[in-house]
T-cell receptor, first 111, second 112 residues
């Protein structure tokens, strides 16, 4: 089945640093979603992207839908300790089709 | 607006036993999903309902897993009999029109 390659697998940063993570696919996607999951909880939707080239922000988070429609990235600016968690990308090939998740990026922020 | 509710939050069973999970989606959400999340991996779709009809169950191990959504609202996911490799978090999610899906807190299943 479809797979998404998410990198890096983990990141250890200092509070205040900026963070960048990305997701790539061998197939074209129609929709890209970014989620954050904290221990013992379900994933929480952060940003949804629907058009190639689209750049969307949610507070300190910015995500972009790649021009080729095969990738997406998520940036977090001025990280804070509560940004700790696992960030997942997810893609949908066509509207209403199965959502495929990446393996996640584990983010650790040192105060 | 209340989120997706799931119960129980934790369950420990022995292999070959049966287990059932319950989900109540966000009010008005026609689409309901069950995902399996194995430790260290992203969620994997098991089954997707649109109202009370199945849209996608291609990744559901039908010899042991079953799910129903009889009245188009609540849903139950059952495993019978459980295997060691079924140890995972089972996430229920729901969506309507627009971005999503929105996830519940999950049920952590441990099979001994």
């Amino acid at each position: 089945g479809q797979q998404l390659n998410q990198s890096p697998q983990s990141m250890f940063i200092q509070e205040g640093e900026d963070v960048s993570m990305n997701c790539t696919s061998s197939s074209i996607f129609n929709t890209w979603l970014w989620y954050k999951q904290e221990p013992g909880e379900g994933p929480v939707l952060l940003i949804a992207l629907y058009k190639a080239g689209e750049l969307t922000s949610n507070g300190r988070l910015t995500a972009q839908f790649g021009i080729t429609r095969k990738d997406s990235f998520l940036n977090i600016s001025a990280s804070i300790p509560s940004d700790v968690g696992i960030y997942f990308c997810a893609g949908e090939e066509t509207s209403g089709s199965r959502l495929t998740f990446g393996e996640g990026t584990q983010l650790t922020v040192n105060p | 607006e209340a989120g997706v509710a799931q119960s129980p939050r934790y369950k420990i069973i022995e292999k070959r036993q049966s287990v059932a999970f319950w989900c109540n989606p966000i009010s008005g959400h026609a689409t309901l999903y069950w995902y399996q999340q194995i430790l260290g991996q992203g969620p994997k779709l098991l089954i997707q309902f649109q109202n009370n009809g199945v849209v996608d169950d291609s990744q559901l191990p039908k010899d042991r897993f079953s799910a129903e959504r009889l009245k188009g609202v609540d849903s139950t996911l059952k495993i019978q009999p459980a295997k060691l490799e079924d140890s995972a978090v089972y996430l229920c999610a729901s969506s309507f029109v627009g971005p999503g899906p929105f996830f519940g807190p999950g049920t952590r299943l441990t099979v001994l």
